[in-house]
């Protein structure tokens, strides 16, 4: 074989080899974006793919972000998060939660050697939150973790530059905010018969929903005749580009409606 027909044959043989790994992965490319996690960028040992238009992550990779644990035995691949298994089928196709099949369920992606799997769908499975930035364009994830860090504080542990705030604020309704520290105020009430309490807090799409209810005064109960002014204080530290909202728990409706907040 002369040197020409040789390195013809070795060419071909290099683009055999690049058309086998691009045929098993075909429409996807580098990923360039960032992975976040609670606001800190996340480890990767490889770079991620995007996919017909979705982010995929090395399995390990995967496993890093959720807190996971990823095993691979033949053409099965498992992650168990939490007390769920996920399930992918490799020579297939098929996905399962814990023996089941899904609606919806994405497969998993061969890269060589290196198996990718689907980030949203896989990180939503998990019970947390995703999101797409497209001013940092970074794919920003919440940990479960993170959600239910609503936190009734006692007044005497605030530093006292915060405890000067709430004195300040206390006596107008609604809700009055200095960093991570707020105050929900009834406003001026007859009696101590009449308050506050949080009744749930639950963590819906990039929002933390506070029920709060006003408490009325015991029927019968005699209660000294002094004005009042209800209020609580609480932290809560929210995740990246997450809000808060505080609602009448028996009206469904923004607390205070109609009132001036956030002083």
Do not use: C
Not at 133 to 138: M, Y
Not at 172 to 182: F, M, N, T, V
Not at 211 to 235: F, H, R, S
């Amino acid at each position: 074989m002369n040197k020409k027909a040789w390195l013809i044959a070795a060419l071909s043989l290099q683009l055999v080899s690049v058309y086998s790994v691009a045929a098993a992965t075909s429409g996807s490319q580098v990923q360039t974006a960032t992975i976040s996690v609670d606001g800190k960028a996340a480890a990767l040992q490889k770079q991620a793919v995007l996919h017909q238009q979705k982010t995929y992550v090395l399995a390990q990779d995967a496993a890093s972000i959720l807190k996971a644990k990823w095993t691979l035995q033949g053409q099965t691949g498992q992650m168990k998060v939490g007390n769920h298994t996920i399930a992918y089928q490799l020579d297939s196709g098929a996905v399962t939660v814990d023996g089941k099949a899904v609606q919806g369920g994405e497969a998993a992606l061969l890269r060589g050697k290196d198996v990718y799997v689907p980030l949203r769908w896989l990180v939503e499975q998990a019970g947390q939150k995703i999101a797409w930035n497209p001013e940092k364009r970074a794919v920003e994830i919440v940990s479960s973790g993170q959600n239910d860090s609503f936190v009734l504080v006692d007044e005497k542990q605030l530093t006292e530059a915060e405890q000067e705030f709430v004195e300040s604020v206390k006596g107008k309704q609604g809700i009055h905010q200095q960093g991570d520290l707020y105050v929900i105020a009834r406003g001026q009430s007859p009696h101590p018969g009449y308050g506050l309490q949080v009744t749930k807090v639950q963590q819906s799409w990039e929002q933390l929903l506070v029920y709060v209810k006003l408490t009325e005064p015991v029927p019968g109960m005699m209660y000294p005749q002094v004005i009042t002014y209800p209020y609580l204080t609480a932290k809560v530290k929210l995740p990246p580009y997450n809000t808060i909202v505080f609602i009448d728990a028996d009206t469904n409706k923004p607390l205070f409606e109609g009132t001036q907040s956030n002083q």
